[in-house]
């Protein structure tokens, strides 16, 4: 498939307009098939597929977090890390209205509503991830560095093995 052959979605706007480079890559999407068929399909390390998590605080404020693929988030040290009661993850309605994505397609890239972002601390010693470009079965690599220059991102540890 040609690398000009993929949606134009706001997370691709966004980028083309703070003038990230990236890579497209288009995958048939697996209902629950999560980042690990994803990784399969496009023959990269799980590790290296970041997921956009949308989470809220005790006090419902929203915010996303990007996390490794292979790994969860510790929604007790995440808590701990901003000075929250509690986090939780949102519900598809909510996550949908904060982000204007479907999930299973969301970018932390051109969201609606304009949100915190916390990503795991290791990412950025990765050389490239692969991260949602805003449509289900639709990632985009860019560099870790990149993903600093077009984020206010803030890095945190708070990162557990999944439970398999």
């Known amino acids: 498939m040609s ?5 134009v979605t706001p997370a691709v706007r966004f ?32 590790h290296a597929v970041i997921k956009t998590l949308v989470m ?49 397609g969301i970018s932390p890239f051109g969201t609606r509503t304009t949100l915190p972002v916390y990503a795991e601390a290791s990412i950025f010693a990765l050389e490239r991830i692969y991260i949602n470009g805003g449509k289900r079965g639709f990632l985009i690599a860019i560099t870790p560095i990149a993903l600093r220059t077009a984020l206010p991102v803030q890095e945190v540890e708070v990162a557990t093995k999944e439970q398999q």
């Open 56 to 104: 809220q605080t005790n006090t419902r404020s929203p915010l996303l977090v990007l996390m490794h693929g292979d790994y969860e988030v510790s929604t007790r040290q995440l808590a701990r890390a901003l000075g929250a009661r509690q986090i939780i993850p949102c519900d598809v309605t909510t996550a949908q209205k904060y982000t204007g994505y479907l999930v299973g």
């Open 15 to 46: 980028l083309r307009e703070k003038q990230i480079e990236f890579e497209p890559h288009l995958y048939p999407y697996e209902e629950h098939g999560g980042t690990q068929h994803a990784a399969e399909t496009l023959q990269v390390p799980e």
């Open 3 to 7: 690398k000009l052959n993929y949606p």
